[in-house]
């Protein structure tokens, strides 16, 4: 601020303090905002893109804000200019500031707030504007670092459209089809720039601002620092074409870099996906319930959560819901190969059967059948008053895309009441799943956010936490909690009403009387292999010798609770014990040694006091499997013979000790063997030796002994 201006400045002031009320002076200087949020972003060489969108700090509502430009590092005779901040014209000649390579800048409102306001800081704001000449460029946006990557070679038109980082395309194969790349040299005067295609029988059929080199296959040009060019190549083939660029060493030299300084890869296709529908790149996307018209089309984050669950579990909905309720919303976004919207889209339907409604809008079922021709649509599931279980197909371009399952549920016609704790005990009122209820239509289907009536048959012996409890949004059981007033039992009824139900069901809670008298351990198996998980069990009665109810008792145990003689790797030193229908179970490990277990306990201060001190235990044993003796091998009977006149003399060796040789005999020839009555005694060590008649024809004699059932040898005799 000049000198001038200074004065003007505080004779303006003075004059405002003498003849003019006090007022709010808005600060003279701007602030300046800071950001510490890092950006990096490719663009093309000339062309406005959105550099970064920043959170910044430091708004003053009544200046207009600053942006400092640190010092801008990049490629010789570089420039970034920036044209908006948060949609807003940043303060410089002709609404743009430009910041030479080397050189620092400041961004400012035009108007107060333009940048901002306070209220808003946290909101990212968009920095737009663009560069010159390609490379790297690098500065900072009120403190936060920001890298532009401006490339020599890119894509810009084929198969699909051109996005950053433009370093790959696509194309079709044909011999009159082209797919156009632009190319920019360092912009140093006279620095040339080399671009070569290869591979798909790529060649060059024209390129802007640039001599063509002699190659008769025209697969490289030479383009001048004036402007970009514009290079067409061909693509007669299927495959991939790789377009490299490479700068001259120094001005005219001829010489160029063997490293190129962008590459762009043009995949070749057989035909155009452009605007042709893309299975697996569109979406069909559900949500459970009613409301406005949905917007599922990013399917990540919530969506993709919401669409799971539709896709997992059925939607539920009353069959007796009105046209304003839906029971699901589905959208389906139509793309093609390159990730982008179809222009053109194809015929999206929806069905349902065998009940239902579907419509295309909110709040106006149409019948059992909806279509639409658009990119995107909505669709809608209603109810038609019949209950059941019904099948959403959603058909895209004549292809199923997806199902989805809705079940329409009736009224109550009956319920499930399943008894969790079948004892508690009289003074008892901590349990709050004595029971639990389900309701179901007439086919079988758990009803969501059902009121269940509840009441107990007999309030001097129990009564419940709730007259009325509600199953869960999706059928869930509902939990009833029981109270034990006396010893007893009543019956606990569920209905649809508080009198006179229409639907019910019952159930009978016991309550035992109070307090405990006898406690009891007990291991699961009278012997287990070392290192066997075991159970034990705490079993506890009240004074009529029935099982305690549920409940938390406490000092069941004196200090020290349950000791093991051993180390069973379990802790049972609670004083405590927890009972579910009057036990309680531990699992434990018995030691790897063999030998006696055992476990007892003191009974504490919360048993009956004829109990208390009294010792409880349990024991077992701990042992491996005896090996089983084993089992005796015997050789076979050895037998011999002699023929002396009318008499066959035997004899042989056998097992001592085992049995008498039974003899056998058959004729040649024969398959029967007849036994003879007369056996031969085994004598010390084992010999045996005997006579029979001699047989009148030739024979087949043989021999076993009783005790090992072995046979010997046969021997024949020939008459």
């Given at each position: 601020?000049?000198?001038?201006?200074t004065?003007?400045?505080?004779?303006?002031v003075?004059?405002?303090l003498?003849?003019?009320?006090?007022v709010a002076v808005?600060?003279?200087?701007?602030?300046?905002?800071?950001?510490?949020?890092a950006?990096s972003?490719?663009?093309?060489?000339?062309?406005?893109?959105?550099?970064g969108t920043?959170?910044?700090?430091?708004?003053?509502?009544?200046?207009?804000?600053t942006i400092a430009?640190?010092t801008?590092?990049?490629p010789?005779?570089?420039?970034?200019?920036f044209?908006?901040v948060?949609?807003?014209?940043?303060?410089?000649g002709?609404?743009?500031?430009?910041?030479?390579?080397?050189?620092?800048?400041?961004l400012?409102?035009?108007?107060?707030?333009?940048?901002?306001?306070l209220?808003?800081?946290?909101?990212?704001?968009?920095?737009?504007g663009?560069?010159?000449?390609?490379?790297?460029?690098?500065?900072?946006?009120g403190?936060a670092?920001?890298t532009?990557?401006?490339?020599?070679?890119?894509?810009?038109?084929?198969?699909?459209?051109?996005?950053?980082?433009?370093?790959?395309?696509?194309?079709v194969?044909g011999?009159?089809?082209t797919v156009?790349?632009?190319?920019n040299?360092?912009?140093?005067?006279?620095?040339?720039?080399?671009?070569?295609?290869s591979?798909a029988?790529?060649?060059?059929?024209?390129?802007?601002?640039s001599n063509t080199v002699?190659?008769?296959?025209?697969?490289?040009?030479?383009?001048?620092?004036t402007?970009a060019?514009a290079?067409v190549?061909?693509t007669?083939?299927?495959?991939?074409i790789?377009?490299s660029?490479?700068?001259?060493?120094?001005a005219?030299?001829g010489?160029f870099s063997?490293?190129?300084?962008?590459t762009?890869?043009?995949?070749v296709?057989s035909?155009?996906?452009?605007n042709?529908?893309?299975?697996?790149?569109?979406?069909?996307l559900?949500?459970?319930?009613?409301g406005?018209?949905?917007?599922?089309?990013d399917?990540?984050?919530?969506?993709?959560t919401?669409?799971?669950?539709?896709?997992?579990t059925?939607?539920?909905?009353?069959?007796?819901?009105?046209?304003?309720?839906?029971?699901?919303?589905?959208q389906?976004?139509?793309e093609?190969a390159?990730?982008?919207?179809?222009?053109?889209?194809?015929r999206n339907?929806?069905?349902?059967?065998?009940?239902g409604?579907?419509?295309?809008?909110?709040?106006a079922?149409?019948g059992s059948?909806a279509?639409?021709?658009?990119?995107?649509?909505?669709?809608?599931?209603?109810a038609?008053?019949r209950?059941?279980r019904a099948?959403?197909?959603?058909?895209?371009?004549?292809?199923v895309?997806?199902?989805?399952t809705?079940?329409?549920f009736?009224?109550?016609?009956s319920y499930?009441?399943?008894t969790t704790n079948?004892?508690?005990?009289a003074?008892?009122?901590a349990?709050a799943?004595?029971?639990?209820v389900?309701?179901?239509?007439?086919n079988?289907?758990?009803i969501?956010?059902a009121?269940?009536?509840v009441s107990s048959g007999t309030?001097t012996?129990a009564?419940?936490?709730?007259a009325?409890v509600?199953?869960g949004?999706?059928?869930?059981?509902?939990?009833i909690?029981v109270n034990?007033?006396?010893?007893?039992t009543?019956?606990?009824?569920v209905?649809?009403?508080a009198?006179?139900?229409t639907?019910?069901?019952?159930?009978?809670?016991?309550?035992?009387?109070a307090?405990?008298?006898?406690?009891?351990?007990a291991?699961?198996?009278t012997?287990?292999?070392?290192?066997?998980?075991?159970?034990i069990?705490?079993?506890?009665r009240?004074?009529?010798a029935a099982?305690?109810?549920?409940?938390a008792?406490?000092?069941v145990?004196?200090?020290?609770?349950i000791?093991?003689s051993?180390?069973?790797?379990?802790?049972?030193?609670?004083?405590?014990?927890?009972?579910?229908n009057?036990?309680?179970?531990?699992?434990v490990?018995?030691?790897?040694i063999?030998?006696p277990?055992?476990?007892?306990a003191?009974?504490?201060t919360?048993?009956?006091?004829a109990?208390?001190?009294?010792?409880v235990?349990?024991?077992?044993t701990?042992?491996?499997?005896?090996?089983p003796?084993?089992?005796?091998v015997y050789e076979?009977?050895?037998?011999?013979?002699v023929?002396?006149?009318?008499?066959?003399?035997?004899s042989?060796?056998?097992a001592?000790?085992?049995g008498?040789?039974?003899?056998?005999v058959?004729?040649?020839?024969?398959?029967?063997?007849?036994?003879?009555a007369?056996?031969l005694?085994?004598?010390?060590p084992?010999d045996?030796?005997g006579?029979?008649?001699?047989?009148?024809?030739?024979?087949v004699?043989?021999v076993?002994?009783?005790?090992?059932?072995?046979f010997?040898?046969?021997?024949?005799i020939?008459?």
């Amino acid at each position: 601020m000049s000198i001038k201006t200074t004065k003007r400045l505080a004779l303006g002031v003075i004059a405002s303090l003498v003849f003019a009320p006090l007022v709010a002076v808005a600060p003279a200087n701007a602030a300046a905002l800071t950001s510490t949020t890092a950006q990096s972003v490719t663009v093309l060489v000339g062309t406005s893109s959105t550099l970064g969108t920043f959170t910044f700090a430091g708004f003053d509502d009544g200046a207009a804000d600053t942006i400092a430009v640190g010092t801008v590092s990049g490629p010789t005779g570089g420039t970034v200019t920036f044209s908006t901040v948060n949609g807003a014209v940043v303060a410089g000649g002709g609404g743009t500031v430009a910041v030479n390579v080397n050189a620092t800048g400041t961004l400012t409102e035009q108007t107060n707030n333009a940048f901002g306001a306070l209220a808003a800081a946290a909101t990212g704001k968009a920095l737009v504007g663009q560069v010159n000449r390609p490379g790297t460029y690098t500065m900072t946006i009120g403190g936060a670092t920001l890298t532009i990557v401006a490339r020599s070679l890119a894509y810009t038109t084929g198969d699909g459209p051109a996005v950053s980082p433009w370093s790959t395309g696509a194309g079709v194969a044909g011999p009159a089809n082209t797919v156009t790349v632009t190319g920019n040299t360092t912009g140093v005067a006279n620095v040339r720039a080399l671009v070569t295609v290869s591979g798909a029988g790529a060649t060059i059929q024209s390129a802007t601002n640039s001599n063509t080199v002699a190659n008769t296959a025209l697969t490289s040009t030479v383009i001048d620092q004036t402007a970009a060019s514009a290079i067409v190549i061909r693509t007669p083939e299927v495959g991939t074409i790789t377009v490299s660029l490479f700068n001259e060493t120094a001005a005219n030299s001829g010489l160029f870099s063997t490293t190129a300084a962008n590459t762009v890869t043009i995949t070749v296709r057989s035909a155009a996906t452009t605007n042709v529908y893309s299975a697996s790149n569109s979406s069909v996307l559900a949500i459970k319930g009613s409301g406005s018209p949905i917007n599922l089309t990013d399917a990540t984050g919530a969506n993709a959560t919401s669409e799971a669950d539709a896709v997992s579990t059925p939607a539920l909905i009353a069959a007796t819901s009105a046209g304003t309720v839906e029971a699901l919303g589905i959208q389906i976004d139509q793309e093609d190969a390159n990730d982008a919207n179809l222009t053109t889209a194809v015929r999206n339907e929806i069905s349902i059967s065998p009940i239902g409604a579907v419509g295309v809008a909110v709040d106006a079922p149409l019948g059992s059948y909806a279509t639409e021709t658009a990119q995107n649509s909505d669709f809608y599931v209603f109810a038609d008053g019949r209950s059941g279980r019904a099948t959403v197909t959603v058909t895209v371009g004549g292809v199923v895309a997806k199902t989805y399952t809705v079940i329409f549920f009736g009224a109550v016609a009956s319920y499930t009441l399943t008894t969790t704790n079948a004892i508690i005990a009289a003074g008892d009122s901590a349990d709050a799943q004595v029971l639990t209820v389900r309701a179901l239509d007439a086919n079988s289907q758990a009803i969501p956010n059902a009121t269940v009536h509840v009441s107990s048959g007999t309030t001097t012996v129990a009564t419940v936490d709730s007259a009325t409890v509600t199953t869960g949004a999706a059928g869930e059981a509902a939990d009833i909690g029981v109270n034990g007033i006396a010893a007893g039992t009543s019956v606990i009824t569920v209905g649809n009403a508080a009198s006179s139900p229409t639907v019910s069901a019952t159930a009978t809670i016991t309550i035992a009387a109070a307090g405990i008298s006898t406690v009891s351990l007990a291991f699961d198996k009278t012997s287990y292999l070392p290192g066997e998980r075991a159970t034990i069990t705490i079993t506890l009665r009240n004074a009529s010798a029935a099982l305690v109810g549920d409940f938390a008792y406490t000092n069941v145990f004196a200090a020290g609770g349950i000791v093991p003689s051993s180390n069973l790797t379990t802790d049972m030193t609670a004083m405590g014990v927890t009972s579910v229908n009057g036990v309680k179970t531990f699992t434990v490990f018995m030691p790897l040694i063999e030998g006696p277990v055992s476990v007892s306990a003191t009974l504490g201060t919360g048993v009956a006091t004829a109990a208390q001190a009294t010792v409880v235990t349990a024991s077992t044993t701990v042992a491996r499997p005896k090996a089983p003796e084993p089992e005796p091998v015997y050789e076979k009977p050895t037998l011999s013979f002699v023929v002396s006149g009318d008499r066959v003399f035997l004899s042989g060796t056998a097992a001592d000790g085992e049995g008498d040789i039974i003899i056998y005999v058959k004729r040649v020839g024969t398959t029967a063997w007849k036994e003879r009555a007369k056996t031969l005694e085994v004598a010390a060590p084992g010999d045996f030796n005997g006579s029979i008649k001699a047989p009148r024809g030739n024979v087949v004699i043989r021999v076993k002994q009783e005790g090992t059932g072995l046979f010997s040898n046969q021997v024949i005799i020939v008459k």
